[in-house]
């Protein structure tokens, strides 16, 4: 696998300029920055400025801090109670979605002689956690109580449509997820001292960009992920790739893979490549899915094993064992994206890019060409 560090970088720069150079951005580096290495993803944006960095679970943000990332680490999900206190004691800007949350955060402050740096996560529709935008008279004398032993850092809200293609229904959603928000504000501000606000996910940036001057939290985008129909496309950062490793001719009715469930229907040449769903390699793709060799779409025959895949090269009788396959990415005029792979194996993009294995070696370099797995 191959990562282009300036295409993230120009992926970057896209969404400043969309929401303008108010707002800060915090780049999403959760599940190992989707997989293509949260250690490489953040010394390729740090000297960008952002905010911070978004992870999911206090143990990313340790790991961040371990990595010598001595500015702002929000985890953007609600830690397990009995995590609150290592999360405080790592300088990590902790999300509160409940008052039990609020009272561990209170007591890992105790423990830990440390100011714990909090966001209000406002639930406005997403409903898996955060405060309901509807009691906020419950639950804000709550927050304003605490005010003493911690610092609130922000108060945010999640979009959960914001990707939908139905004509207007991600602008809808958005909108009445802002205006639950924005509804708060003043309240928030008077009870908490101004609050810094986020809300916008990467398909939120292009569409709602000027939300009341509110921190972005993008993800997919930079990674090279859609954002939905008639949304600007990001650079592709990530090609995946494989070399061929045996070549043969099948004669008709010769079988392939397990289950044989593709039988060659005349003369055929096969090429089988070093890359199964062991890498991450989607097994939906098997009798579906494509590769590219030496410039040319060829399609994948067969189930996909967990370390090989077999491609019809009939129409590229050139190819030999050592040539490089590319599973995403391009070759020449020819390209298989993200996306597509995505939707071929019935999924989204985030999945694919998270499944790919610690076995495939992350490679990254703006060279054309580079090593290869
Ligand atoms: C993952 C995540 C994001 C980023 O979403 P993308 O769709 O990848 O841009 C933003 N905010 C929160 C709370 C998240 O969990």
Same mark, same amino acid.
């Given at each position: 696998?191959?990562?282009? +560090?300036?295409?993230?970088?120009?992926? !970057?720069?896209?969404?400043?300029?969309?929401?303008? +150079?108010?707002?800060?951005?915090?780049?999403?580096?959760?599940?190992?920055?989707?997989?293509?290495?949260?250690?490489?993803?953040?010394?390729?944006?740090?000297?960008?400025?952002?905010?911070?960095?978004?992870?999911?679970?206090?143990? &990313?943000?340790?790991?961040?801090?371990?990595?010598?990332?001595?500015?702002?680490?929000?985890?953007?999900?609600?830690? $397990?109670?009995?995590?609150?206190?290592?999360?405080?004691?790592?300088?990590?800007?902790?999300?509160?979605?409940?008052?039990?949350?609020?009272?561990?955060?209170?007591?890992?402050?105790?423990?830990?002689?440390?100011? +714990?740096?909090?966001?209000?996560?406002?639930?406005?529709?997403?409903?898996?956690?955060?405060?309901?935008?509807?009691?906020?008279?419950?639950?804000?004398?709550?927050?304003?109580?605490?005010?003493?032993?911690?610092?609130?850092?922000?108060?945010?809200?999640?979009?959960?449509?914001?990707?939908?293609?139905?004509?207007?229904?991600?602008?809808?959603?958005?909108?009445?997820?802002?205006?639950?928000?924005?509804?708060?504000?003043?309240?928030?501000?008077?009870?908490?001292?101004?609050?810094?606000?986020?809300?916008?996910?990467?398909?939120?940036?292009?569409?709602?960009?000027?939300?009341?001057?509110?921190?972005?939290?993008?993800?997919?985008?930079? !990674?090279?992920?859609?954002?939905?129909?008639?949304?600007?496309?990001?650079? +592709?950062?990530?090609?995946?790739?494989?070399?061929?490793?045996?070549?043969?001719?099948?004669?008709?009715?010769?079988?392939?893979? !397990?289950?044989?469930? !593709?039988?060659?229907?005349?003369?055929?040449?096969?090429?089988?490549?070093?890359?199964?769903?062991?890498?991450?390699?989607?097994?939906?793709?098997?009798?579906?899915?494509?590769?590219?060799?030496?410039?040319?779409?060829? $399609?994948?025959?067969?189930?996909?094993?967990?370390?090989?895949?077999?491609?019809?090269?009939?129409?590229? $009788?050139?190819?030999?064992?050592?040539?490089?396959?590319?599973?995403?990415?391009?070759?020449?005029?020819?390209?298989?994206?993200?996306? &597509?792979?995505?939707?071929?194996?019935?999924?989204?993009?985030?999945?694919?890019?998270?499944?790919?294995?610690?076995?495939?070696?992350?490679?990254?370099?703006?060279?054309?060409?580079?090593?290869?797995?």
């Amino acid at each position: 696998m191959r990562v282009r +560090p300036e295409a993230l970088r120009r992926n !970057y720069r896209r969404i400043v300029e969309a929401v303008g +150079p108010g707002p800060g951005v915090l780049p999403m580096v959760k599940a190992d920055a989707y997989g293509l290495g949260m250690a490489d993803a953040v010394e390729c944006l740090a000297p960008l400025g952002p905010w911070g960095f978004g992870v999911a679970t206090v143990s &990313e943000g340790v790991a961040l801090r371990a990595l010598g990332f001595e500015g702002r680490i929000l985890v953007c999900s609600l830690p $397990p109670l009995g995590e609150m206190e290592v999360g405080v004691d790592a300088e990590l800007d902790l999300s509160i979605s409940n008052v039990r949350a609020l009272d561990a955060a209170r007591s890992a402050a105790a423990a830990t002689g440390r100011v +714990p740096r909090l966001h209000v996560d406002v639930d406005t529709g997403m409903g898996r956690s955060g405060f309901d935008w509807r009691r906020v008279d419950e639950w804000l004398p709550e927050l304003t109580d605490a005010a003493e032993a911690v610092e609130w850092v922000g108060a945010y809200t999640h979009l959960h449509s914001a990707d939908a293609d139905e004509t207007g229904t991600a602008e809808a959603t958005i909108a009445v997820q802002w205006d639950r928000l924005e509804g708060l504000r003043s309240r928030l501000a008077d009870a908490l001292g101004s609050p810094l606000l986020h809300v916008l996910n990467s398909a939120g940036v292009f569409r709602r960009p000027a939300l009341g001057n509110a921190m972005v939290r993008p993800g997919i985008y930079l !990674y090279g992920g859609g954002i939905g129909a008639g949304q600007p496309e990001p650079e +592709p950062v990530i090609s995946l790739h494989a070399r061929v490793v045996h070549v043969r001719d099948a004669v008709e009715g010769t079988t392939v893979g !397990y289950g044989s469930t !593709y039988a060659s229907r005349g003369d055929e040449r096969w090429a089988t490549l070093s890359i199964g769903y062991g890498d991450g390699l989607p097994r939906a793709l098997g009798n579906r899915g494509h590769a590219l060799v030496r410039g040319v779409r060829v $399609p994948i025959i067969g189930r996909i094993s967990m370390d090989v895949t077999v491609v019809d090269i009939t129409g590229v $009788p050139e190819v030999e064992e050592g040539d490089e396959a590319t599973l995403i990415g391009s070759q020449g005029a020819e390209a298989i994206s993200l996306d &597509e792979v995505a939707g071929l194996a019935d999924t989204i993009s985030y999945e694919i890019l998270t499944g790919l294995t610690p076995r495939l070696p992350r490679v990254w370099s703006d060279e054309k060409e580079g090593p290869s797995s």
